[in-house]
């Protein structure tokens, strides 16, 4: 039992390169996340997925994409890197769905840590 | 507008002190309200959680939090803090009701320990 996995750990990006973030979760958790983390700004997020097939946007979504390829895994895509994107990365699930009120925890990866130069 | 403080950017303890980090949450109705811990270079962890019922919540590691809705507050304390306990510190917040809710975080309270 893996929990929550992301890769990668860490990259690097010029500007106008793209990359996407893979993340996985292996407790049948409906709900997914992804959060960006910047100093003094606590967690911030960008995108969430309340079931396989949905996704919507959150606080900062602007310059990302994501898919919810099946109920394990939650991908975000930056189309066109910018430095402002500079990062950690968090993605997160947690048992939350649409059709009932979940108040459980959610569950953290371990971060993938982005640079764009 | 809703919304969770966490008012301490920074605190520094001596090993073996009591801890109080706070948390003030500004919501319509008492929100589920929690408390996390990211240790250097990991994601967060949950420490502890409040539903509902007793307002004193024991979580892991030996920490404590205590919900005063007349205070709108929800302080993570220890008694006697240890080495490993330096990390970052997250409280949260879910609103309580109907349709589905997102957790808001708390811009977080970074714990450093002397010894």
């Known amino acids: 039992n893996a929990g929550v996995t992301q890769t990668p750990k860490f990259q690097v990006l010029k500007t106008g390169q793209s990359m996407t973030l893979q993340c996985a979760q292996d407790?049948?958790?409906?709900?997914m996340y992804w959060y960006r983390q910047d100093p003094g700004m606590g967690l911030r997020l960008i995108y969430y997925s309340a079931s396989e097939g949905t996704t919507d946007k959150g606080e900062v979504p602007n310059g990302y994409n994501v898919s919810r390829l099946n109920k394990r895994e939650f991908s975000l895509r930056l189309e066109s890197a910018a430095p402002s994107q500079t990062s950690v990365y968090f993605c997160?699930?947690?048992?939350?769905?649409?059709?009932?009120?979940?108040?459980?925890?959610?569950?953290f990866g371990p971060g993938t840590r982005l640079t764009v130069l | 507008a809703q919304s969770v403080t966490q008012p301490d950017i920074h605190i520094t303890v001596s090993e073996g002190a009591s801890l109080e980090l706070r948390c003030n949450y500004s919501y319509g109705a008492t929100p589920y309200l929690f408390w996390y811990v990211q240790s250097p270079g990991q994601g967060l962890q949950l420490l502890l959680k409040?539903?509902?019922?007793?307002?004193l919540v024991q979580g892991i590691k030996g920490f404590e939090a205590e919900f005063k809705r007349s205070q709108s507050s929800f302080n993570l304390r220890k008694p006697s803090v240890h080495w490993s306990d330096a990390a970052e510190y997250f409280c949260a917040v879910l609103p309580r009701r109907g349709g589905y809710q997102k957790v808001t975080f708390g811009t977080g309270t970074k714990l450093q320990v002397i010894p």
């Open positions: 409040y539903f509902s019922g007793d307002t």
């Open positions: 407790m049948n958790h409906n709900s």
């Open positions: 997160a699930s947690s048992h939350a769905s649409k059709r009932e009120i979940h108040s459980d925890e959610q569950f």
